[in-house]
């Protein structure tokens, strides 16, 4: 079996002996304002630059057989050009980081990464690589452009017509300024939307690009608004709901930990684990005034602690203040009341059901 080489890898293999450790890009905390841009997500579209995203491929004849032993989820359930959400546990059974895998082939996939773990996520890839898969880091290569919200399809679809026949968590090849890009239909805002991938000096064009198409239906979006979009939609982030000495069953990940494929770095970690009254990730509604932040404590009717908030804020959707935290299974039922800590102050709660907000159906 050979690598079957697109003009994307091509491209990567020109290159190959410039890449270095990711440089570093921050994403800006807000443009307008956090509610504003909050808002213009949920209602037409918002515009992330996530270039700051960590990217690295994959590739050769256990390409495949390598990831599968990296990653808890199970490659074998997509086909080619379909994408996977996944992780990287360590031997614990904690979070090393979250992904998305885009597979290409059975020799070739790209892999998406946190940006702060990029590096750390590569060199964790080579230590662990049993296989000796080829495993390039490309973060300094590629630029990311996300585009999300009810109004995306429409405006991206103007400079790239083939989006539309994207379906959820699918990805595709074209060109754009006489290079290939990767447009893939995924996003982390709970809307609908794509993540563009290109090479990192053309990202500033495809942003402009963008911004002048969409018009008055399309608002730039930061840090911040992503934050507050993606807790409204529970999902974990890693630092927070995700952590190396938090077991991923109690992260919010149970879906993606596959226990009847083969052996994978963490699950004879998590096999014990599950047999446990472990705590799990849970949503939380504030019945009081008040903000809750990560790390506050939650205590049950008895006075008890039974837990601890992983995020909070209040959000501009539900306009109310909610939060996730990983709490005791027996205090975790829908509608259940607890008590969080606030500085002192005992803010009564309840748990509800997730996700907190779910896009309306067309």
Known sequence: MTNQRTPLYNEHLKLKAQIVPFAGWEMPVSYSGIIAEHNACRQSAGLFDVSHMGEILITGDFAEETLQYLCCNDLSKIKDGQAQYSAFLNQQGGVVDDLIIYRFNSTKFLLCVNASNADNDYQWMLDNNKFKADILNLSNFYGQIAIQGPKAE??????????????????????????????????????????????????????????????????????????????????????????????????????????????????????????????????????????????????????????????????????????????????????????????????????????FYQRPSN
């Not at 239909?185 to 563009?196: A, I, L």
């Not at 290109?198 to 934050?227: M, N, S, V, Y």
């Not at 539900?318 to 002192?344: M, T």
Request: with cysteine; net charge neutral; proline share 4%.
């Open 154 to 355: 429409a405006i991206l679809t103007k400079l790239f017509p083939t989006a539309s026949e994207l379906k959820y968590f699918h990805f595709l090849e074209t060109n754009w300024l006489d290079r290939p890009i990767l447009i893939a239909r995924t996003g982390y805002t709970g809307e609908d939307g794509f993540e563009v991938y290109l090479q990192a000096e053309h990202t500033a064009k495809l942003w402009t690009e963008l911004l002048k198409l969409g018009g008055t239906d399309i608002t730039p979006c930061g840090l911040g608004a992503r934050d507050t979009l993606r807790l409204e939609a529970a999902y974990p982030l890693h630092g927070h709901e995700l952590t190396p000495d938090t077991p991923a069953l109690s992260s919010g990940l149970a879906w993606i930990i596959k226990f009847n494929k083969a052996n994978f770095i963490g699950k004879d970690a998590l096999v014990k684990y599950k047999e446990t009254n472990y705590r799990k990730l849970t949503g939380l509604e504030l019945l009081e005034p008040g903000i809750a932040r990560e790390g506050t404590k939650v205590f049950n009717n008895a006075d008890v602690e039974i837990g601890h908030l992983t995020s909070g804020t209040k959000t501009p959707t539900l306009n109310k203040a909610i939060a996730l935290g990983i709490i005791e299974d027996k205090e975790s039922q829908i509608g259940n009341e607890v008590f969080l800590d606030i500085r002192g102050r005992k803010v009564k709660a309840k748990i509800t059901k997730l996700p």
